[in-house]
């Protein structure tokens, strides 16, 4: 677990760095968000974090590596706020979760006990979201492969059955598995990977047939070259011997008529 002793701050301190990097609060008042504090000025990137309390508040991008996983405990909800753009692996979150730019997620499990959200001012993209029981308000554009909302269980089963004990949802103990197992990777079902290699095994053969096409095309091309050559053999030996034999005989002409002056 990341020891975020190092960033401990204050309500003051927080407040202030949120208003230099112009983020407003959109899901509590400042007197609502729980101690104890921790500030992160900047980027950062954590190879996990897990609260149950607190605030935690980031001023530039956030990324986490491994899980994320801020539930409650009984005491005051967490809230992770990160004005900036944010990158997850594998998240749960039955707390607030803020964001200021865009959430890029594997898998996100939005749960709640009591109180929670996510909000997300920019695009949200991700390849599983599991909502129950909680709210998630994204301003821009939402771009998720599979969503299991349990508001619809049965539709949320058939996206999703690993979600399911007994019939009953359970983020929290599909989370778990998740994290104690391959990671977010691991909530992908193995019958999607393997008809995707069919279409392109036969793509692969649509292009190798191209190039035979090609070369029934360069036969004409070798034909039209034989008459050319043909036409140039009679144009250069004809004339070309002609005028030299009428040269030599005027030369015998005149070696006699100059004999005759000099007698």
Same mark, same amino acid.
């Not at 190092?6 to 112009?22: G, N, Q, T, V, W």
């Not at 101690?35 to 991008?61: H, K, M, S, W």
């Given at each position: 677990?990341t020891d975020l002793t190092p960033f &401990?701050?204050?309500?003051?301190?927080?407040?202030?760095?949120?208003?230099r990097a112009r983020y407003q609060l959109?899901?509590?008042?400042?007197?609502?968000?729980?101690? !104890?504090?921790?500030?992160?000025?900047?980027?950062?990137?954590?190879?996990?974090?897990?609260r149950t309390t607190g605030t935690v508040?980031?001023?530039?991008?956030?990324?986490?590596?491994?899980?994320? /996983?801020?539930?409650?405990?009984?005491? !005051?909800?967490?809230?992770? *706020?990160?004005?900036?753009?944010?990158?997850?692996?594998?998240?749960?979150?039955?707390? =607030?979760?803020?964001?200021?730019?865009?959430?890029?997620?594997?898998?996100?499990? &939005?749960?709640?006990?009591?109180?929670?959200?996510? =909000?997300?001012?920019? /695009?949200?993209?991700?390849?599983?979201?599991?909502?129950?029981?909680?709210?998630?308000?994204?301003?821009?554009?939402?771009?998720?492969?599979?969503?299991?909302?349990? %508001?619809? %269980?049965?539709?949320?089963?058939?996206?999703?059955?690993?979600?399911?004990?007994?019939?009953? !949802?359970?983020?929290?103990?599909?989370? *778990?598995?998740?994290?104690?197992?391959?990671? &977010? @990777?691991?909530?992908?079902?193995?019958? %999607?990977?393997?008809?995707?290699? $069919?279409?392109?095994?036969?793509?692969?053969?649509?292009? $190798?047939?191209?190039? $035979?096409?090609?070369?029934?095309?360069?036969?004409?091309?070798?034909?039209?070259?034989? !008459?050319?050559?043909?036409?140039?053999?009679?144009?250069?030996?004809?004339?070309?011997?002609?005028? &030299?034999?009428?040269?030599?005989?005027?030369?015998?002409?005149?070696?006699? $008529?100059?004999?005759? @002056?000099?007698?």
């Amino acid at each position: 677990m990341t020891d975020l002793t190092p960033f &401990a701050s204050s309500l003051e301190a927080i407040l202030a760095a949120l208003a230099r990097a112009r983020y407003q609060l959109v899901h509590a008042s400042p007197d609502q968000l729980p101690a !104890p504090y921790f500030l992160v000025e900047g980027d950062i990137n954590f190879p996990a974090l897990t609260r149950t309390t607190g605030t935690v508040v980031v001023t530039g991008a956030l990324t986490v590596i491994g899980p994320l /996983d801020l539930h409650q405990d009984g005491r !005051p909800i967490v809230n992770l *706020i990160v004005a900036g753009p944010c990158s997850l692996g594998l998240a749960y979150v039955d707390a =607030f979760l803020c964001v200021g730019g865009d959430l890029k997620v594997g898998t996100l499990i &939005a749960d709640s006990n009591w109180s929670g959200g996510v =909000f997300v001012a920019g /695009d949200l993209t991700g390849h599983t979201l599991v909502i129950k029981d909680v709210g998630v308000d994204v301003d821009g554009n939402q771009h998720v492969e599979r969503v299991a909302d349990c %508001e619809d %269980e049965e539709a949320a089963q058939h996206v999703l059955p690993g979600l399911f004990e007994d019939g009953h !949802p359970e983020p929290r103990g599909l989370f *778990i598995a998740l994290r104690d197992s391959s990671g &977010a @990777r691991a909530a992908q079902p193995a019958k %999607e990977s393997s008809p995707k290699a $069919k279409p392109t095994t036969a793509r692969a053969k649509a292009s $190798k047939a191209k190039p $035979k096409a090609s070369k029934a095309r360069a036969k004409p091309t070798r034909t039209k070259a034989k !008459p050319t050559k043909a036409k140039a053999k009679p144009t250069k030996a004809k004339p070309t011997k002609t005028k &030299a034999k009428a040269t030599k005989t005027k030369a015998k002409v005149t070696k006699p $008529k100059a004999t005759v @002056r000099r007698r």
